[in-house]
């Protein structure tokens, strides 16, 4: 058996690994530096600010891929609240992440980091966009699947049209559920010919890209909380209606400098049922399934309505199963020249 410990300089990083719906999350469990705030928006900016290149280390290649994704714990910011936490990926930090929400409580219960018992377990979040309150369903104290009250999702504009280069007339609706997105139906001229799955990975991030830098520069995209650090579109999502009583649609979210999320998107799923609720085509409580470009399923449904500033906002449920793929201890030799990581797509 090898009998080896990395010297006392080189920096070391503790994690475990999952998927939700098959995309990963790498969840921080030791190592990682402090960071210090009153909020986790601060905590957020610190990290920024500070170990921009320990999460680059983290998410890039060698030690990751373009489309890897990471969580850091913290303590949490409210006096309810049962842990915080920043989400991380290729070109930054994101302000919530549902997908990780789901895999993080599956972890986190599973493995003893939040207290459980019975058939249920209820985790309180701060995360940068708010408080999200996840549930653990558990059977013979595994985790078979977890559900989220996400924070208030809305619509903030619908119908909106850009000229996309490449593509033409492109019609999208703006919502937000942790993060604002780009919806945009695939049954339009402009994107005749784009399939949501897996063989279009390529076509679908050209797609996705163009769409959200179009907007970027188009729209302006305020929260109606006045809190500037969420006013930015975090990706393109794209829909394709399938009106089956099994499946209520698919789609894909391009994020971050093109990410492809394998799941259905917690967040961008929240901004659907926002969307869909305000125009009338979902009820509350109604639940409807929503698959990503590989088949793996996300539920939602609308729990409750409220206002954020002036603008009607729902309550969002989301579910989905998620699974631990692995335990890692990184080491970070400061003598490497590519120590910081690189990405290649």
């Not at 030791?30 to 928006?41: A, K, R, S």
């Not at 949501?196 to 769409?211: F, K, Y």
Request: charged share 20%.
């Amino acid at each position: 058996m090898l009998n080896w410990n990395a010297p006392e300089n080189w920096l070391k990083i503790t994690t475990i690994d999952a998927h939700t719906g098959g995309e990963p999350l790498r969840i921080i469990t030791g190592g990682f530096p402090e960071l210090p705030g009153q909020t986790i928006l601060e905590k957020r900016q610190y990290a920024r600010t500070h170990y921009d290149g320990l999460r680059r280390a983290l998410m890039w290649e060698p030690r990751g891929h373009a489309d890897m994704y990471g969580a850091i714990l913290t303590p949490p910011v409210t006096p309810d609240g049962d842990v915080g936490v920043l989400f991380m990926h290729n070109e930054g930090f994101s302000t919530m992440c549902g997908h990780g929400i789901i895999g993080l409580v599956k972890v986190g219960v599973q493995t003893g980091l939040f207290p459980s018992s019975g058939a249920e377990a209820v985790i309180r979040i701060d995360t940068p966009a708010g408080r999200v309150t996840a549930t653990a369903h558990l059977r013979g104290g595994q985790v078979e699947r977890v559900t989220f009250l996400n924070v208030p999702s809305f619509l903030l504009a619908r119908d909106q049209v850009v000229d996309v280069p490449g593509l033409g007339r492109v019609v999208y609706d703006l919502a937000f559920g942790g993060a604002f997105y780009a919806y945009v139906d695939v049954d339009q001229p402009a994107l005749a010919g784009v399939e949501i799955d897996a063989r279009s990975q390529s076509r679908l991030i050209e797609v996705g890209m163009r769409i959200k830098r179009t907007v970027m520069a188009a729209a302006d995209i305020r929260h109606p909380d006045g809190d500037a650090d969420l006013n930015f579109l975090y990706g393109t999502i794209l829909v394709k209606m399938l009106n089956m009583a099994e499946r209520h649609s698919r789609n894909v979210c391009i994020f971050a400098e093109g990410e492809v999320d394998r799941s259905p998107t917690g967040t961008g799923v929240s901004g659907r049922l926002a969307i869909h609720h305000t125009k009338g085509h979902l009820d509350a409580g109604e639940t409807i399934l929503i698959e990503s470009l590989i088949g793996s399923v996300f539920s939602g449904r609308v729990v409750g309505t409220t206002h954020v500033g002036d603008l009607p906002a729902i309550i969002p449920e989301v579910g989905g199963t998620a699974y631990i793929t692995g335990q890692h201890t990184f080491l970070i030799d400061p003598d490497d020249p590519l120590q910081g990581g690189f990405v290649l797509r």
